[in-house]
C-alpha cells in the first residue's frame, strides 16, 4: 500500500505525479496546514521535521521529497522516470535531483519562511529579497545549463523534469518569476501537457495560471 501525505502545491506535488506517471494505486491524505497538522503528535511521529511529503509504502515511511522520487523512480522502473542505474545519463539524473532539492529548494525556505532566518522579524523582508535574488541567479543558471533541449536530461523526460516543474511553479509570485526566461517557460508548458502532471493537479485542486 503505498500513501502520500500531501498539501496542495507543496513539495508533495513531485510524489504525486510522479505516481500519476506510474499509474499505481494510492492514497492521498491530507496534511491540513490550515490547522498546523504537519506539527501535531500524529504527523512528528511519521515526520519528525514537521515537513510535508511523507511517503508510507508498505512499513516504509519516508520524509524528504528527493528521497521518496529515487525510491519511487527505482521502485517502478517501467514508467521510465529515471535512466538505468549505472549509465552516464543516470549520473546526470542524480546531478539535476541533488542540485535541485539542494539548491533552489533549499533556498526557496528563505523566501517563503524568512522568518526563520532571522532573530529580528524586521529583518524578514530583506532576508525574503535577498532568497529572491539568489533564486533568480539559480534559475538563470538552470537554464542556460537546459538551453533548447526538450527536459533536463536530453531527449529523455525524467522525474528531475518535474521537480524542476514544480520549483518554477513555486516562484510564481516573485518579482521575476521564472516563467519569465524562455527555456524554463517552455520545459513547464511540456511538463504541464503531460495527462499525469493535469491529473495530480487537478486533485489537487491547483487551477490556472499554474506557474
Ligand atoms: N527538505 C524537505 C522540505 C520540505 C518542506 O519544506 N515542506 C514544506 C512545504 S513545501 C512544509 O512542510 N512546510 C510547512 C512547515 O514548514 O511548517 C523535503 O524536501 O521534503
Avoid: C
Avoid at 500513501?3 to 508533495?12: D, H, I, Q, R, T
Avoid at 542540485?99 to 523566501?111: C, D, G, V
Avoid at 522568518?115 to 524578514?124: L, Q
Avoid at 525574503?128 to 537554464?143: C, P, W, Y
Amino acid at each position: 500500500m503505498l500513501a502520500l501525505y500531501y498539501f496542495p502545491g507543496n513539495a508533495s506535488l513531485l510524489p504525486h505525479m510522479m505516481l500519476r506517471e506510474i499509474g499505481q494505486e494510492f492514497e492521498l491524505r491530507l496534511v491540513d496546514r490550515g490547522q498546523n497538522a504537519q506539527r501535531s503528535a500524529e504527523y512528528l511521529k511519521l515526520n519528525p521535521n514537521g515537513r510535508i511529503p511523507v511517503l508510507v509504502d508498505g512499513d516504509l515511511v519516508l520524509f524528504e521529497t528527493a528521497a521518496i522520487a529515487l525510491h519511487l523512480a527505482d521502485k517502478f522502473p517501467q514508467a521510465g522516470l529515471a535512466p538505468a542505474v549505472g549509465t552516464a545519463e543516470r549520473a546526470e539524473f542524480y546531478k539535476w535531483m541533488i542540485h535541485l532539492t539542494n539548491t533552489p529548494q533549499a533556498e526557496y525556505r528563505a523566501w517563503f519562511y524568512p522568518h526563520e532566518h532571522v532573530a529580528d522579524e524586521a529583518a524578514a523582508p530583506a532576508v525574503k529579497q535577498a532568497a529572491g535574488e539568489r533564486l533568480n541567479r539559480m534559475f538563470d543558471v538552470i537554464s542556460k545549463q537546459l538551453g533548447d533541449r526538450t527536459w533536463l536530461l536530453g531527449s529523455r523526460f525524467s522525474a528531475a523534469d518535474l521537480l524542476l516543474f514544480m520549483l518554477i511553479r513555486w516562484g510564481r509570485g516573485m518579482p521575476r518569476p521564472p516563467r519569465s526566461i524562455p527555456n524554463l517557460n517552455a520545459l513547464a508548458e511540456r511538463v504541464l501537457a503531460r495527462p499525469a502532471v493535469q491529473a495530480a493537479l487537478d486533485a489537487e485542486g491547483l487551477k490556472a495560471p499554474i506557474f
